[in-house]
């Protein structure tokens, strides 16, 4: 299942995200990550909750 959306401050939950996963980095310079998806829609979720920054939601 994919859902989209629209969010507020969308590079800072980006931020955030990335630094919460950041153990997990394969590779400093690029943005992939060695756990299971699961974990990172858990910590995505979390995030943008915590900031308030879902404005929309569409599946």
């Known amino acids: 299942m994919a859902v989209c959306g629209r969010l507020r401050s ?3 939950i980006e931020h955030e995200v990335h ?4 153990e ?3 590779n400093k310079s690029r943005e992939f ?5 699961e974990k990172i829609r858990d910590v995505t979720e979390r995030v943008i909750d915590k900031a ?3 404005v929309e939601e569409r599946e």
Do not use: T
């Open 24 to 26: 997990f980095r394969l």
């Open 19 to 22: 630094g919460q996963l950041k």
């Open 10 to 12: 969308p590079r800072l």
């Open 52 to 54: 308030g920054a879902r």
């Open 33 to 37: 990550f060695h756990l299971r998806y």
